[in-house]
């Protein structure tokens, strides 16, 4: 262990002098009298950086529900399936029976589990319908 420690050291001292030494020539190179003929361009090292590039986060799209667990309210649920076309009752923000049997039927169509409830999977399809402006209803013909 001391002929370690005694290695250490001995390392250290040796280029602690050796750096002193090139201290002295830099500073004796100083004092000198500078001449235009005397001056070279110093010599350089290449150096290749790297880089890194971030992707720009992609732009959110007005019509698509928002990324990550959301919950919906139930005035975005009504308001979502009245612009597709499957609810027809007022916007209140109570689901009752006419809203839940909406959902169900959206789910249907939409090859979803038809359990009435507007989970995660559901609203993933349902939310593009949040923003769009409700289709107009086919006319009958008489």
Same mark, same amino acid.
């Given at each position: 262990?001391?002929?370690?420690?005694?290695?250490?050291?001995? !390392?250290?001292?040796?280029?602690?002098?050796?750096?002193? %030494?090139?201290k002295?020539?830099?500073?004796?190179?100083?004092?000198?009298p500078? !001449?235009?003929?005397?001056?070279?361009?110093?010599?350089?090292?290449t150096v290749?950086a790297t880089?890194?590039v971030?992707?720009?986060?992609?732009?959110?799209?007005?019509?698509?529900?928002?990324?990550? +667990? *959301? &919950?919906?309210?139930?005035?975005?649920i &009504?308001?979502?399936?009245?612009?597709a076309? *499957? *609810?027809?009752? +007022?916007?209140?923000?109570?689901i009752? +029976?006419? !809203? =839940?049997?909406?959902?169900k =039927?959206? &789910?249907?169509?939409?090859?979803?589990?038809?359990?009435g409830?507007? %989970?995660?999977?559901?609203w993933a399809?349902?939310g593009a !319908?949040?923003?769009?402006?409700?289709? +107009? =209803?086919?006319?009958?013909?008489?």
């Amino acid at each position: 262990m001391k002929r370690i420690l005694f290695f250490v050291l001995l !390392s250290v001292l040796t280029v602690s002098l050796a750096s002193c %030494g090139k201290k002295e020539t830099a500073l004796e190179e100083l004092q000198e009298p500078a !001449s235009i003929e005397g001056l070279t361009a110093p010599e350089t090292e290449t150096v290749e950086a790297t880089a890194t590039v971030v992707a720009p986060a992609p732009a959110a799209s007005e019509n698509l529900p928002p990324a990550g +667990p *959301y &919950q919906p309210t139930n005035i975005e649920i &009504q308001t979502a399936l009245k612009n597709a076309n *499957y *609810y027809t009752g +007022p916007i209140d923000g109570k689901i009752g +029976p006419l !809203s =839940k049997e909406a959902i169900k =039927k959206f &789910q249907q169509d939409n090859g979803l589990e038809a359990d009435g409830k507007v %989970g995660s999977k559901t609203w993933a399809v349902l939310g593009a !319908s949040l923003n769009k402006p409700a289709a +107009p =209803k086919a006319k009958k013909k008489r």
